[in-house]
């Protein structure tokens, strides 16, 4: 958001400091603006200016306590001044309180209601509000003000983004370039844009854009990488991941590959690459972060009788703790091939020992699936290394191996990245494993899709049935399986058009 800053004052002392504070913040010389504000408040301190400035100063660096306070000071001696009402807003809008922070710049449009900049910083705590409408509202007042305004037009596009109307987003950063073609962020969205429109070379043209004129940004790096990555160009994709994950100062190497992020009480596990294999929140480490997480644990809705479940892949451990933890009935056997892997799950995501009711094993999945043929009533495929699904595992043989492991009744549920380039061959391929018995969840707002398999006959699936498992279920565990099943029922329409049960459809072809 924009920090607005002072008007230069006149020729004394005391306000030749001042200026000498504004023109070293707007150079980024951010410890001789300081200096020039202390020595103004050190004869002066109840001096606005410079306690506005510093309080400026202070934002822009990141330290937001200090920012609160000075700002805060400001506001106190000149309650209607519009740039610390503004730098204000910002500041409360990044310490977690968007709320306060509308009201800020509510005050502020309302002392001076045609200021174009107050409203884009208005629409931006609106988006993190999930206003989107009425952000899209205070945008277009801002451009009605003060047209080609690049942060509004930048705004507008991102709330088109957020509503999923891609065509009229990518419209709003086309505008934008057009006026600032240095804009690395629009740039970026407008790869963000083509990708969700499936325009996979031109989203990676306008990464490497971003990228160019950005060359430190971790974001821009990620985002080239997983466009690659959909394009099939693995190496460079690998990469734009490791540029990443090298300039991201809050990873920290583990072995090999292996590294965590910690960040806002959140540590992910990593795996050469940006990508976050398993997440955990450290005041809650049990609690399944991933939204695909939470959809693998669908399979109760399938088998609410579940005793045995098998998981290929361990990541950070997130879904066998939480059954271990939660669901007392259940035995789960947890099948990785990365010894330290399993190694890092229990030294820093709290995956519990073995015991009677969890066992992780060192192995080959594949191999432990022909192994083990009619062993598990459910099966929880979350198999990826740095780049996605490992390109020659998911074979046809491997998905007969996985019905082959279930019992009658069983349900497999294999975690798949939409963007896979191999993603309609992996489908076709469970569908003629599973004689059609097919499903799909596809994960909310993530690039995730699940694929059901069932084995044999699956009992009553009518919708009123699942609503009511659902119910249960949600109180048990805490997951939004209501959300899950209203999912169900938008992907997996019955082929004779009713909507009161849940048909498995044949795999497309």
């Given at each position: ?290 939204p695909h997480s939470r959809a693998l644990m669908s399979f109760l809705l399938f088998v609410p009788r579940a005793r045995e479940v098998v998981t290929i892949g361990l990541g950070g451990g997130s879904v066998p703790k939480f059954l271990h933890r939660f669901a007392p009935g259940i035995r789960t056997r947890a099948v990785e091939i990365d010894a330290d892997v399993i190694a890092v799950a229990r030294s820093h995501f709290q995956l519990p020992a073995d015991d009677d009711r969890l066992q992780v094993i060192q ?135 009713s909507a009161s049960a849940l048909l498995p459809l044949p795999s497309a072809t």
């Open positions: 958001m924009k920090n607005y800053l002072p008007t230069q004052a006149g020729k004394k002392t005391p306000a030749q400091l001042i200026n000498r504070a504004w023109r070293s913040l707007q150079k980024g010389e951010f410890d001789k603006a300081v200096s020039a504000c202390r020595a103004v408040l050190g004869s002066q301190p109840d001096q606005f200016d410079a306690t506005y400035v510093m309080g400026v100063v202070r934002l822009q660096q990141g330290r937001l306590a200090e920012a609160r306070d000075l700002l805060g000071a400001a506001l106190r001696m000149r309650p209607n001044d519009i740039g610390a009402l503004l730098n204000y807003g910002s500041l409360l809008a990044r310490t977690g309180q968007p709320q306060e922070g509308l009201a800020t710049y509510d005050k502020a449009i309302a002392l001076k209601p045609d200021l174009a900049e107050a409203h884009v910083n208005r629409g931006n705590v609106l988006v993190e509000l999930r206003r989107n409408e009425d952000a899209l509202s205070s945008y277009e007042r801002a451009l009605a003000l003060k047209p080609d305004v690049p942060e509004a037009l930048y705004g507008r596009g991102n709330v088109h983004f957020r509503a999923k109307r891609y065509d009229e987003a990518l419209a709003q950063y086309d505008r934008l370039l057009a006026l600032s073609a240095s804009h690395a962020h629009a740039h970026n969205q407008r790869g963000r844009t083509l990708f969700r429109l499936g325009r996979f070379e031109e989203a990676a043209e306008s990464y490497a854009k971003a990228v160019g004129l950005m060359p430190r940004n971790s974001e821009f790096h990620t985002n080239h990488g997983t466009v690659l990555r959909a394009l099939g160009r693995l190496a460079d994709a690998d990469a734009s991941y490791r540029r990443s994950l090298r300039l991201n100062k809050a990873h920290v190497p583990i072995k090999g590959d292996i590294g965590i992020i910690e960040m806002d009480g959140l540590r992910t596990l990593h795996l050469g690459t940006p990508i976050s294999q398993s997440s955990m929140r450290l005041e809650q480490p049990f609690e399944l972060v991933h192995g080959d999945g594949a191999r432990y699936l022909r192994d083990h043929h009619g062993s598990a009533d459910a099966l929880l495929l979350d198999i990826f290394d740095g780049l996605g699904t490992p390109q020659n595992l998911y074979s046809q043989e491997f998905f007969d191996d996985c019905r082959a492991a279930l019992a009658t009744g069983g349900a497999a549920l294999i975690h798949l990245w939409s963007f896979d380039v191999q993603f309609n061959l992996f489908v076709e391929r469970i569908g003629r494993s599973f004689s059609g018995r097919l499903l799909r969840i596809p994960v909310g707002e993530t690039d995730s899709t699940i694929v059901v398999g069932l084995s044999g006959e699956i009992g009553d699936l009518a919708w009123a049935t699942l609503a009511e498992r659902a119910t249960l279920l949600e109180t048990a565990y805490g997951i939004e399986f209501a959300g899950i099943v209203e999912d169900l029922r938008l992907a997996n329409p019955a082929p004779d058009g």
